[in-house]
């Protein structure tokens, strides 16, 4: 084994079926993102269910352990970026909320 090898084992790394969930998370932070803009635009959030966010920032948490103990640098990294945007999506829901009471 070279000593690049090793230094690949110790620290997080692309393989190539790492591109199918690199792809897969993509798609899911669009759908995200879209998500996030079209409140941001709307200024309204009565239609997302809490039990969606949380639902989806617990499933986050767990991709990310995951990730972390598979080493898979660029799912982790994608999975980070998801995970902001879905606590960014439950503060938008927390204060549009309060606008309405």
Same mark, same amino acid.
């Given at each position: 084994?070279?000593?690049?090898?090793?230094?690949? =084992? =110790? #620290?997080? =790394?692309? /393989?190539?079926?790492?591109?199918?969930? $690199? %792809?897969? #998370?993509? %798609?899911?932070?669009? *759908?995200?993102? #879209?998500? @996030?803009?079209?409140?941001? /635009?709307?200024?309204?959030?009565?239609? $997302?269910?809490?039990? %969606?966010?949380? *639902?989806? @920032?617990?499933?986050?948490?767990?991709?990310?352990?995951?990730?972390?103990? =598979?080493?898979?640098?660029?799912?982790? @990294? @994608?999975?980070?970026?998801?995970?902001? #945007?879905?606590? $960014?999506?439950? $503060?938008?829901?927390?204060?549009?909320? /309060?606008?309405?009471?």
């Amino acid at each position: 084994m070279s000593k690049d090898s090793k230094s690949n =084992q =110790q #620290g997080l =790394q692309f /393989n190539k079926i790492e591109y199918i969930g $690199i %792809f897969a #998370g993509l %798609f899911a932070l669009i *759908g995200g993102i #879209g998500q @996030i803009v079209h409140t941001y /635009n709307t200024q309204q959030a009565e239609d $997302i269910s809490y039990f %969606f966010i949380l *639902g989806a @920032i617990i499933s986050s948490i767990l991709w990310l352990i995951y990730h972390y103990i =598979q080493k898979g640098a660029g799912c982790f @990294i @994608i999975t980070v970026v998801a995970f902001l #945007g879905f606590i $960014i999506l439950l $503060i938008m829901k927390i204060v549009l909320s /309060n606008k309405i009471q």
